[in-house]
């Protein structure tokens, strides 16, 4: 598989641009912290960017994009050891971070 050329990310690894986000893009971002996308990852991510079009915010802290999942999603996503299994270290900030999404304002 050929990798597409990343656009232009921060030293955190957030694109500058979020328009430069497409799903080739996303898998790099993920291949960088070791996850591999899967169907329950991208079901996170769809949530994370149509939460970002709603909203023109990334969920501004772990503790509200937990809830904003559970919301969405129901229980059994919505609640932060699912989600940090698929995203480890800080679930918000790696997800909005692969889903092309600006950082969320509160994440450390």
């Known amino acids: 598989m050929t990798?597409?050329?990343?656009?232009?990310?921060n030293n955190e690894g957030f694109l500058e641009n979020a328009s430069d986000w497409s799903h080739e893009i996303a898998s790099c971002i993920a291949a960088d912290d070791n996850i591999e996308l899967n169907k329950k990852h991208w079901e996170i991510i769809e949530f994370l960017r149509t939460?970002?079009?709603?909203?023109e915010m990334s969920p501004p802290s772990n503790r509200l994009f937990v809830k904003s999942v559970k919301e969405a999603l129901g229980e059994e996503r919505?609640?932060?050891?699912?989600?940090?299994?698929l995203?480890?270290?800080?679930?918000?900030?790696?997800?909005?971070?692969?889903?092309?999404?600006?950082?969320?304002?509160?994440?450390?």
């Open 3 to 9: 990798h597409p050329v990343m656009p232009a990310r």
């Open 51 to 55: 939460f970002y079009k709603e909203h």
């Open 78 to 85: 919505g609640n932060s050891i699912y989600l940090m299994q």
């Open 87 to 108: 995203f480890p270290g800080t679930p918000a900030k790696t997800a909005c971070r692969i889903a092309g999404l600006p950082r969320p304002t509160n994440c450390l």
